[in-house]
Nanobody, 120 residues
C-alpha cells in the first residue's frame, strides 16, 4: 500500500527546534516533488516548504524563510523539515505531500500528519 508516514512532531518551547521526517513506502520519492503543509485549528492548510525532484530546488513560505529547511535523502526515501526558532503560532498538524505529473497523469499522496505544538 502506498504510504507517506510523518514523524518527529511533538512539543517544543518557543525558540526551540524540531525535525520532521516523511518516509515513503511502496513507492520511490526520487521522482516526486515534495511539500510540507501545515494546518492550524480553524485555519486553512498552508504550504510551508517544497523541494523539487530534480536538483532539489527549494521554496519556502515567507513566514518560515531563514528558520525552516526542507531536504531530501533519496537513498533513504525520506524527506525532512528542520524547524528552528519555532513560534507558538506555528502549532499545527504538519502534512507531507508527494506530487508527480507524468505522461498526462497526476499522482498525489498525503501523509496522515504529525502534530507540532509550540509552547510560549
Amino acid at each position: 500500500q502506498v504510504q507517506l508516514v510523518e514523524s518527529g512532531g511533538g512539543l517544543a518551547q518557543a525558540g526551540g527546534s524540531l525535525r520532521l521526517s516523511c518516509a515513503a513506502s511502496e513507492f520511490t520519492l526520487r521522482s516526486y516533488d515534495m511539500r510540507w503543509y501545515r494546518q492550524a485549528p480553524g485555519k486553512e492548510r498552508e504550504l510551508v516548504a517544497s523541494i523539487s525532484s530534480a536538483g532539489g530546488g527549494t521554496n519556502y513560505a515567507d513566514s518560515v524563510k531563514g528558520r525552516f529547511t526542507i531536504s531530501r535523502d533519496n537513498a533513504k526515501n525520506t524527506v525532512y523539515l528542520q524547524m528552528n526558532s519555532l513560534k507558538p503560532e506555528e502549532t499545527a498538524v504538519y502534512f507531507c505531500n508527494a506530487g508527480l505529473q507524468i505522461w498526462g497523469r497526476s499522482y498525489d499522496y498525503w501523509g496522515q500528519g504529525t502534530q507540532v505544538t509550540v509552547s510560549s
